[in-house]
Nanobody
Framework: QLQLVESGGDLAQPGGSLRLSCAASGFTLHDYTIGWFRQAPGKEREGVSCTRSRGGSTYYADSVKGRFAIARDDAKNTVYLQMDSLKPEDTSVYYC???????????????????WGQGTQVTVSS
């Protein structure tokens, strides 16, 4: 059935890189807006990045602009989050989420999304 599975989380050094994957089954990601969110211990979940459906715009939180990049591989039905120049404050569980809504008012708002993965842990520490 409809499912999102994140992978790629790991332990990284400050300044290092990781590439997270969000693989879909049961539906075609090309038709969905996909967001990446993260939640650190004791903090609220925050929107990190978003790619709109069918070749639409991408969005980034100010805290990750210039360091993270979101991309789709429609052939693999997968969305990636390339994370470069990692900082300790990037340490979080990262989640991908999807919505089929045609109108998305706030692409980085949790309430916009209907389907969620289980998360993958990213730890940035020296």
């Amino acid at each position: 059935q409809l499912q999102l599975v994140e992978s790629g989380g790991d332990l990284a050094q400050p300044g290092g890189s990781l590439r997270l994957s969000c693989a879909a089954s049961g539906f075609t990601l090309h038709d969905y807006t996909i967001g990446w969110f993260r939640q650190a211990p004791g903090k609220e979940r925050e929107g990190v990045s978003c790619t709109r459906s069918r070749g639409g715009s991408t969005y980034y939180a100010d805290s990750v602009k210039g360091r993270f990049a979101i991309a789709r591989d429609d052939a693999k039905n997968t969305v990636y989050l390339q994370m470069d120049s990692l900082k300790p404050e990037d340490t979080s569980v990262y989640y991908c989420a999807a919505t089929r809504a045609k109108v998305v008012f706030d692409p980085l708002a949790e309430y916009e999304y209907d389907y969620w993965g289980q998360g993958t842990q990213v730890t940035v520490s020296s």
